[in-house]
């Protein structure tokens, strides 16, 4: 099986959107994570700041209620909410799942989150690969990353129920059921070797000119 796409999901700190990224660049393919949020925001017409706020995240109740009352308001009013009033996660959801899909036909793309291993799911020639680390190990990787101070255990926990949840809602998958990926795979101290481990298994065991 020769693959066109690959989908890679991670825990927060495994380093899975740098093995993506590698990945992407070795094999000379498009990769779909930040680029992905800068086509939303140009589909939706907001800021990708705006974008950012609902990535993989699930709108509360009450947030949704609030929203959709603010919306018929200014219907039964006459008035035309900014754009940015009119988008949410529903919306979100939405034009992932268009991107993503384009994305596919075209092929030769690496895909980071946003529920592209359901979406793709059906498609025998996607790999789907799932990234996780040593809870000690991503945390040492936040230190790096997030400003002083911060409570780095709870926002690794924030961060994957926030994944957990977008997939259960928006898919009815659990995160990390093995029946969704090809790999799932530790990325340990190794973000490099993990991404040679994850192109060895997308050629089928076979290496470079093999």
Avoid at 28 to 52: F, M, Y
Avoid at 86 to 101: G, Q, S, T, V, W
Avoid at 128 to 133: D, E, N, R, T
């Amino acid at each position: 099986m020769e693959y066109r796409v690959l989908t890679v999901s991670r825990e927060f700190g495994s380093g899975g959107g740098r093995i993506a990224q590698s990945i992407a660049t070795r094999l000379g393919w498009k990769l779909l994570d930040g680029a992905l949020i800068e086509e939303i925001a140009g589909e939706a017409k907001v800021d990708p700041g705006i974008v950012s706020r609902f990535d993989e995240h699930v709108e509360g109740w009450l947030a949704r209620v609030n929203r959709q009352a603010m919306r018929g308001a200014a219907m039964a009013a006459g008035v035309a909410l900014k754009e940015e009033k009119c988008f949410d996660p529903d919306a979100m959801a939405d034009l992932a799942r268009k991107i993503i899909e384009h994305a596919y036909e075209i092929g030769d793309c690496v895909i980071v989150g946003r529920g592209a291993q359901c979406i793709l799911q059906a498609k025998a020639d996607v790999f789907h690969a799932f990234v996780y680390a040593p809870r000690r190990i991503r945390i040492h990787r936040l230190r790096t990353r997030l400003e002083p101070g911060a409570n780095f255990e709870q926002r690794l926990q924030k961060v994957d129920d926030e994944r957990a949840l977008y997939l259960k809602q928006r898919f009815g998958k659990d995160w990390k059921n093995p029946h969704l990926y090809d790999l799932m795979i530790s990325s340990g101290n190794d973000e490099e070797m993990t991404a040679h481990v994850i192109e060895f298994a997308m050629a089928g065991g076979k290496t470079a000119g093999s």
